[in-house]
């Protein structure tokens, strides 16, 4: 497993640079007024679909892995 540790911070690179852009890459349904309480009628609820849901779906799983890795590389090291 020690042959692993030095290849962690790269794969978390990696996964973090990627969870960036699919998250960058999704549409963004909610316009700054809404952020600081202004009304927002167009911020209703709608079905993801097709790519998107895609894209949503990646998104998660990159931060569930990127979560695991980091949580792989302390019990590695012995933290």
Aim: hydrophobic letters at 60%.
């Amino acid at each position: 497993m020690s042959s692993i540790l030095p290849l962690l911070p790269y794969v978390q690179v990696l996964l973090a640079a990627l969870l960036i852009v699919a998250i960058l890459l999704q549409q963004r349904g909610a316009s700054l007024g809404g952020a600081f309480g202004g009304d927002n009628f167009s911020a209703a609820f709608y079905t993801r679909r097709g790519p998107e849901l895609l894209l949503f779906r990646a998104s998660i799983v990159l931060a569930i892995a990127l979560v695991g890795s980091v949580a792989s590389q302390f019990v590695f090291a012995g933290m």
